[in-house]
Structures are given as structure tokens and as C-alpha cells.
């Protein structure tokens, strides 16, 4: 039974290219949730999603951040143009339902992102 | 604005001993607290949870306490063993209007213990 699957774990890019991150959420799991890890911060809130529908990127930056769920594969978050404070951990959980409880958000082993 | 602070970026600890980890927050609205444990390379993973209307849970080696009116918590560890040596994250979450736990979490705090 695979944990949650994140890929590819180390990600370089040049500033100004495209980043495209991806989540497989643990079998019978429809819900992801993407986090970001800053240097020296803790794990942040970006966007939860279910198949298909957004249902709240409060946490997203308003600009060149997007993420989708599609009814096949796995979850992208997608970050257009990088710059440097793009740098990061970003890191996928995936629930069987509606987290109602905190912890049936099970993580994945994130990818880290260096914008040189 | 860090909601949820851990002042104490590494923690040693004798093998044995008891380990206290701490950590505190600001946000009233948080009604569920967690503690996760990180391995380098790999996600985070749950340990423990207290919910806002308890002050203690306990899960054989590790406790967790609560103390509302200070707005602290903290997780003890006892005996702490050298495979305890992780990263732990303290964590808090609301309940909103979606009925989903938002989690928001520390900095963390790097705990090495010394066979």
C-alpha cells in the first residue's frame, strides 16, 4: 500500500522557467493539500483540492501559482516564471475524504525546489 | 506572522531522559492541536493530537499538554531513545466553515539524542 508519492524530489530550474510539481495521493485518497516549507520557516498552507475542483487556495500566491487535480492522474502544482524565493520544500498530503481531523492528512516526502 | 512558534531550534537530550518540547500560539480560533515528527528527506508524520477541550493526551511514550490561558503546549518524550532523533513540528488547526482542518505549523525543533 504506497504512501503518498511526490515527484520529481529534487527540482532545479534557472529563474524565469517553468516548475510543474507532481502529487499521487495514497490509493482511495481524493483529497490532496499542497504545503510549502520555507528556509528556516514552518510548512504553510497552500491550496487543498478534491478531484477536479479547488476548494480553497486561500494560501496560493495570487500570481504565477496554480495547481488542478484532474479526474485521471496525479495533482500539479504548477509555478510559472520562478524566481529565487520560489525555493523551497513543497510538500503534498492526501486524505480519504474531508480532512475533519487533522490527521488522516497523510505527507508526502516532498519536493525540493532550487531556483538558481 | 507565525501563528504557531517554536523558540527552540535544537534540543539534546541524554538517551533515557525526558525530552520537553514546547511550543506556542497566537490564534484563539485554533481548537485542535498536533505534534508531527520529520525524518530528513521524507514528509512530516503525526505523533500525537490534544484537542483544545482536554490539557493532557498520552500515547505511551509521548505527551502532550496543553495550556490554554498561556496559549502553550508541549510534548514530552520519556525515555527518549536515540531513534526518537527527528525533527518534530508542533501544529494547530481550526475547523472551518468547509468542516476541514487547516493546519498551520512551527518552525520546528531538530531534537538529537545522545546514546
Known amino acids: 500500500n504506497a504512501g503518498v508519492m511526490q515527484n520529481p524530489r529534487h527540482l532545479v530550474r534557472r529563474r524565469g522557467q517553468e516548475a510543474r510539481l507532481r502529487c499521487s495521493p495514497m490509493k482511495g485518497h481524493s483529497h490532496v493539500y499542497w504545503y510549502r516549507q520555507l528556509p528556516e520557516e514552518g510548512l504553510k498552507f497552500m491550496v487543498y483540492l478534491q478531484k477536479e475542483n479547488i476548494i480553497d487556495e486561500s494560501g496560493m500566491p495570487k500570481e504565477r501559482f496554480s495547481a488542478e487535480f484532474p479526474k485521471e492522474g496525479p495533482s500539479i502544482l504548477r509555478i510559472q516564471q520562478v524566481v529565487r524565493g520560489d525555493s523551497a520544500a513543497y510538500f503534498c498530503?492526501?486524505?480519504?475524504?474531508?480532512?475533519?481531523?487533522?490527521?488522516?492528512?497523510?505527507f508526502g516526502p516532498g519536493t525540493r525546489l532550487l531556483v538558481l | 506572522d507565525q501563528q504557531v512558534k517554536q523558540n527552540s531550534p535544537s534540543l539534546s537530550v541524554q538517551e533515557g531522559r525526558i525530552s520537553i518540547l514546547n511550543c506556542d500560539y497566537t490564534?484563539?480560533?485554533?481548537?485542535?492541536f498536533l505534534w508531527y515528527k520529520k525524518y530528513p528527506a521524507e514528509g512530516p508524520t503525526f505523533l500525537i493530537s490534544?484537542?483544545?477541550?482536554?490539557d493532557k493526551n498520552e500515547d505511551g511514550r509521548f505527551t502532550v499538554f496543553l495550556n490554554k490561558s498561556a496559549k502553550h503546549l508541549s510534548l514530552h518524550i520519556v525515555p527518549s531513545q536515540p531513534g526518537d532523533s527527528a525533527v518534530y513540528f508542533c501544529?494547530?488547526?481550526?475547523?472551518?466553515?468547509?468542516?476541514?482542518?487547516?493546519?498551520?505549523f512551527g518552525t520546528g525543533t531538530k531534537l538529537q539524542v545522545i546514546p
Open positions: 501544529a494547530a488547526s481550526a475547523t472551518n466553515s468547509g468542516g476541514y482542518q487547516k493546519v498551520t
Open positions: 490564534n484563539s480560533m485554533f481548537d485542535y
Open positions: 498530503a492526501s486524505s480519504p475524504s474531508i480532512a475533519t481531523k487533522a490527521e488522516t492528512q497523510y
Open positions: 490534544i484537542s483544545s477541550i482536554k
